[in-house]
């Protein structure tokens, strides 16, 4: 590594550095407490979209999480009414500019609340971060050539209004999972408005995953996914406490994963059985990783942690 190189990566270091202090900083200001969950579990959430690290080594099936969701949303069960947890997340098979398989997850959960309310903890945080890094009130920031401005509030766009905009068709009303993803990625991502982060709201209930249906169009759902600067930062949801119909998604989520030629996996029953204990609760998951690649205006997410920083010889 060049002397430039790894001056570079001493600055991303230090920045990372400081957006976790303005991270917790910003939950603990705000009532939150930090929980720290394990990252291995012998009955996962069943997602057909994530292929997971299988550890072999036990009389058991394995497996590295994805996310911590199995561990933190049951504690809304027991009286916990705010909480985070920063921590390791794992997913088989993703790899790329914006994707490790091993990546930091922020994810935060809130009782009798709602998307909205998430909402509105993205922008404080986001506020918060900045402040962090640059000890002032200062909300621009540059990332791939373009100015962003983090001041709230953001700009907001239904899932309807995005694909009719960029993609040219309505997937709430045409179901087509695989087109779907594609033009998110190809067509919506790339047009979304370039000068401020931008929340996508009211996904289609068939790409419900673990949200519940918004009770006056029971056609959507209460997700929320934000995006600044071509990243998606987070996902989110109004959280569905029926255990009956979680369960029946995750038998579909089974299905789809069997028709994938990936295998089947049990149903989480104590996962369930908390769920009708919850309050009306909402919960974030966004990657810190994305979020040093934003705000150190750093291309490859591979640089903005250790792992893969060899040392020099």
Same mark, same amino acid.
């Given at each position: 590594? $060049?002397?430039?190189?790894?001056?570079?990566?001493?600055?991303? &270091?230090?920045?990372? *550095?400081?957006?976790?202090?303005?991270?917790?900083?910003?939950?603990?200001?705000?009532?939150?407490?930090?929980?720290?969950?394990?990252?291995?579990?012998?009955?996962?959430?069943?997602?057909? $979209?994530?292929?997971?690290?299988?550890?072999?080594?036990?009389?058991?099936?394995?497996? &590295?999480?994805?996310?911590?969701?199995?561990?933190?949303?049951?504690?809304?069960?027991?009286?916990? !009414?705010?909480?985070?947890?920063i921590?390791?997340?794992?997913?088989?098979?993703?790899?790329?500019? *914006?994707?490790?398989?091993?990546? $930091?997850?922020?994810?935060?959960?809130?009782?009798?609340? !709602?998307?909205?309310?998430?909402?509105?903890?993205?922008?404080?945080?986001?506020?918060?971060? &900045?402040?962090?890094? #640059?000890?002032?009130?200062? *909300?621009?920031?540059?990332?791939?050539?373009?100015?962003?401005?983090?001041?709230?509030?953001?700009?907001?766009?239904?899932i309807?209004?995005?694909?009719?905009?960029?993609?040219?068709?309505?997937?709430?009303?045409?179901?087509?999972?695989?087109r779907?993803?594609?033009?998110?990625?190809?067509?919506?991502?790339?047009?979304?408005?370039?000068?401020?982060?931008?929340?996508?709201k009211?996904?289609?209930?068939w790409?419900?995953?673990?949200?519940?249906?918004?009770?006056?169009?029971?056609?959507?759902?209460? #997700?929320?996914?934000?995006?600044?600067?071509?990243?998606?930062?987070?996902?989110?949801?109004?959280?569905?406490?029926?255990?009956?119909?979680?369960?029946? #998604?995750?038998?579909?989520?089974?299905?789809?994963?069997?028709?994938?030629?990936?295998?089947?996996?049990?149903?989480?029953?104590?996962?369930?059985?908390?769920?009708?204990?919850?309050?009306?609760?909402?919960?974030?998951?966004?990657?810190?990783?994305?979020?040093?690649?934003?705000?150190?205006?750093? #291309?490859?997410?591979?640089? $903005?942690?250790i792992?893969?920083?060899?040392?020099?010889?």
């Open positions: 590594m $060049t002397e430039a190189g790894i001056s570079c990566r001493k600055e991303i &270091l230090t920045a990372r *550095h400081l957006i976790l202090m303005g991270v917790r900083k910003w939950f603990l200001s705000n009532g939150f407490i930090e929980v720290q969950p394990p990252v291995i579990s012998d009955c996962p959430l069943p997602e057909s $979209t994530v292929d997971f690290f299988e550890i072999k080594n036990t009389d058991t099936a394995s497996y &590295l999480l994805p996310s911590p969701e199995l561990y933190l949303k049951p504690l809304l069960s027991i009286g916990l !009414n705010k909480f985070f947890s921590g390791p997340a794992f997913r088989k098979g993703e790899k790329g500019l *914006h994707h490790l398989p091993e990546f $930091t997850m922020l994810e935060w959960y809130r009782s009798n609340s !709602n998307y909205y309310d998430l909402i509105k903890d993205c922008q404080g945080l986001l506020s918060s971060i &900045l402040k962090e890094l #640059r000890g002032s009130d200062a *909300h621009v920031i540059k990332y791939n050539g373009k100015k962003i401005d983090l001041a709230p509030p953001y700009k907001i766009m239904t309807e209004e995005a694909f009719k905009k960029f993609a040219g068709w309505n997937p709430v009303q045409e179901k087509d999972e695989r779907f993803e594609e033009d998110l990625m190809f067509k919506v991502e790339p047009n979304l408005p370039e000068n401020s982060p931008v929340f996508i009211d996904f289609p209930a790409a419900a995953s673990l949200a519940k249906l918004k009770a006056t169009d029971t056609a959507l759902c209460e #997700r929320v996914e934000l995006f600044a600067g071509g990243l998606e930062l987070a996902n989110g949801f109004s959280e569905l406490l029926d255990p009956e119909e979680q369960r029946a #998604r995750f038998e579909l989520e089974n299905q789809k994963r069997l028709s994938l030629g990936m295998k089947e996996l049990p149903i989480p029953e104590r996962f369930l059985s908390a769920l009708g204990n919850c309050p009306p609760s909402a919960g974030m998951a966004l990657g810190l990783d994305r979020l040093v690649m934003l705000f150190t205006d750093t #291309r490859d997410i591979s640089q $903005t942690n792992s893969f920083c060899p040392l020099r010889p």
